[in-house]
Nanobody, 124 residues
Framework: QVQLVESGGGLVQPGGSLRLSCAAS????????MGWFRQAPGKEREFVAA????????YYANSVKGRFTISRDNAKNTVYLQMNSLKPEDSAVYYC?????????????????WGQGTQVTVSS
């Protein structure tokens, strides 16, 4: 079965950096659009970033543009989210997701598979 396993979350001070990883198995990774979403307590899950099948196209939420970078290594079945200049409002559970679609979606309902999430806390 399809498994997505996130890692790399933790506690970081404002202005710091973290790199999240998501290892995928049970699917033809290079055929899937990969996305990162996040959900803070009491809020809806929101789009963060997405990347097309061969990394030719990337998309970002306005709130993270210029600070976060999504990338993928199809040989390792892994997608990454490099997060720089972190702010307290970036604190959330971060989820990676996979979509078998002909387009790069930004809505959670467009993604079929989800990881269990990794907590990111930005605080001094």
């Amino acid at each position: 079965q399809v498994q997505l396993v996130e890692s790399g979350g933790g506690l970081v001070q404002p202005g710091g950096s973290l790199r999240l990883s998501c290892a995928a198995s049970g699917l033809i990774f290079s055929s899937y659009v990969m996305g990162w979403f996040r959900q803070a307590p009491g809020k809806e899950r929101e789009f963060v970033a997405a990347i097309s099948w061969v990394a030719s196209n990337t998309y970002y939420a306005n709130s993270v543009k210029g600070r976060f970078t999504i990338s993928r290594d199809n040989a390792k079945n892994t997608v990454y989210l490099q997060m720089n200049s972190l702010k307290p409002e970036d604190s959330a559970v971060y989820y990676c997701a996979a979509a078998d679609t002909a387009f790069v979606g930004v809505r959670p309902q467009e993604y079929a598979y989800w990881g269990q999430g990794t907590q990111v806390t930005v605080s001094s």
